[in-house]
């Protein structure tokens, strides 16, 4: 297993490579740093030179690609230029761990309700809570992320308005170190909310798919055969199996909650990765969105092996060679 | 004459489903005594397994299930869910038809037999590993010591199949069903199995009620034969009579249609022309009679089972079951160059045996 691991690990190398390769070209060739140059009129020769320079606009791209893998395996991704030039490395990681303070516990809850509701839905497929959770997950997958985060929103600005007191935050993000717990718990309570209520129902979804098709099985069956109470049935030999197939959405979900929610942490007024994604494309800053390119890229590559490995544990006809 | 171990009275299951409703088992009565082995006999829908399933009270809850099911005096039909479980993998076992499929994947064959002794018996996880390691060796699965931490997907067709009955057996049951255990085996892991069966009835004194479609198989186990037949008993009686002098017309094609392996006759097999007929909507009369080479106007009513044979307690259900060996005799006369479909199926049974 652990020659398995390690063969993984090192055959995500020319898929960064290739992956980062394809953003940075088309990062490089999407926008000209010089443009804005163009129509300023104080402008001398000297500053066109110091802009070449500093972005070897002089250089063939895959030149320019070259040195950028060579710094970037030694962990300088270069300055954050639209963020006053400092380095993007640092920033990337300062504001994944941002993100991580929404993904980590969003993705605890997600998964605690996501396999109560599956099992119970499935269990009593065609119950009337299966109907409602039924119901509910198309309402949380066809509805887009922004109207539940602004919904949130708009319910907290309403009790401020009515009782002159709100019970979380609707923007921004406190720590304990600086502002106290409570002001912390205040601030996360919305965005966790928003997060789990997305994500939640396509993973119950999928959930009672997996449980549904393992309560129909034979062995399910020779449990019951055995006179073995309900709740081992659906639990011990039920359960265990239909998490197998969980363990890749799990780790794809979480991957990306890791890498930051766009929407979410952009109504929210979040620092996460997301708003800086979305920063950085627009300003088409090159080192700033290749960190981050970096960094969501290894996080889908990680938690894929990270899920592989698990398939391992879950599954005992699963053999690693 | 004793209670029977298993007293099965009139027993009804309807399926609701959008066609309509589907009569698998339509007034079933049958016993089974104790040690005895009853072999249930049909084609594909005929409704024997369902029946079996009925009395293990494994059905889905959609199936509506009416009349009586006894077992050791106890209704079943009236047992809540506690009850029935204290007696399910205890005194009433069953194995099924798939080992490929029956056996949970993610535990070890060990796992799964201990779970069996230890769900009824209170014994420690040790105490109940040696007596399913003992229970492997019983049923014939080598180096039972090193084999019993192997996961299913470890084991051959045949020796899941072997693990599944000595799961079946774990804790000695009284009535052992055992629902086509062998079909998905190869022909000669088939007779091992059919063995081991046998061993473990021999060892344990349980009765079995085998639900096989495979009438070959049936000849050399079986104490008494029950054919089905769209959910009705077509024939009933101890396995000489109705392998010899079966007095059903369902009963004696089936037996035509079972190749032989010894006597190089060259007897062409003869198929029951059409398939078994729809649970939904079953033919009027007798639910054979649109296949049968002998039905007649009177078969439009619907026959009784009737007893033919009062001291062996062979019954059938057929209006012409008395002139019926003289039917088959004339067929077969007339069937030039064959040596007659009815004189056959005894070694037909031997063989396959």
Known sequence: MLAYAVRRVLATIPLLLIGTFVVYVLVSISGDPLAKLATCTQCDQQAFDRIIDLYDLDKPIPERYVNWVVNAVQGDFGPAVSFGSIDAGELVLERAANSARLAIPAFLIIVTIAITLGVYSAVNQYSRLDYAVTGLSFLGISLPTFVFALLLQTIMIWMLDAFGWRPFFVTGMRTVELDGFLPMLRSHVLPVITLVLVITASESRFQRAAMLEVINSDYIRTARAKGLPNRKVILRHGLRNALIPMATIWAIDFAALLGGSVVTETIFAWPGLGPLFISAVTQLDLNLTMAIVMLTSLLVIVFNLVADLAYGLLDPRIRYE | ?353
């Open chain 2, 1 to 353: 004459m004793t209670t029977p171990l298993l007293e099965v009275d009139d027993l009804r299951v309807t399926f609701r489903t959008d066609d309509g409703d589907v009569r698998a088992v339509q007034g079933l009565s049958f016993t089974v005594a104790e040690g005895e082995t009853l072999a249930v006999v049909g084609e594909s829908g005929s409704g024997k397994t369902v029946a079996a399933l009925a009395i293990m009270r494994l059905l889905p809850r959609t199936a509506r299930v009416e009349g009586t099911i006894r077992f050791r005096g106890t209704s079943l039909l009236d047992l809540d869910e506690d009850g029935m479980r204290d007696l399910q993998g205890d005194d009433l076992a069953m194995i099924f038809q798939d080992p490929m499929t029956a056996l949970n994947p993610v535990f070890t064959v060990g796992d799964q037999i201990v779970e069996a002794i230890r769900t009824h018996r209170d014994v420690t996880e040790s105490a109940a590993r040696a007596r399913a390691t003992e229970l492997l060796d019983l049923v014939g699965i080598p180096e039972p010591k090193q084999r019993i931490d192997n996961y299913p997907h470890e084991f051959s067709g045949g020796m899941r199949q072997r693990a599944m009955i000595a799961m079946g057996i774990a804790n000695e049951p009284k009535l052992l069903i055992a629902d086509e255990p062998t079909t998905a085996l190869d022909v000669t892991v088939q007779a091992q199995v059919m063995e081991v069966v046998r061993t473990v009835q021999e060892a344990t004194g349980t009765a079995v009620m085998l639900v096989t479609h495979d009438l070959g198989l049936v000849a050399g186990t079986a104490d008494r034969i029950q054919v089905m037949y769209g959910g009705r008993l077509f024939e009933a009686g101890p396995t000489d009579t109705v392998f010899y002098g079966s007095r059903n017309p369902y009963t004696l094609g089936l037996m035509a249609s079972i190749p032989s392996a010894v006597g190089r006759t060259a007897r062409r097999l003869e198929p029951i022309p059409g398939s078994p007929p729809s649970l939904i909507a079953l033919p009027e009369g007798c639910a054979f009679s649109p296949r049968c080479a002998f039905a007649t106007e009177a078969c439009r009513d619907e026959p009784e089972l009737r007893v033919v044979d009062a001291a062996s307690g062979h019954a059938t259900r057929c209006h012409r079951a008395e002139e019926l060996p003289d039917l088959v005799a004339a067929r077969a006369t007339a069937t030039a160059g064959s040596e007659g479909g009815a004189a056959e199926p005894g070694a037909a049974g031997d063989g396959a045996a």
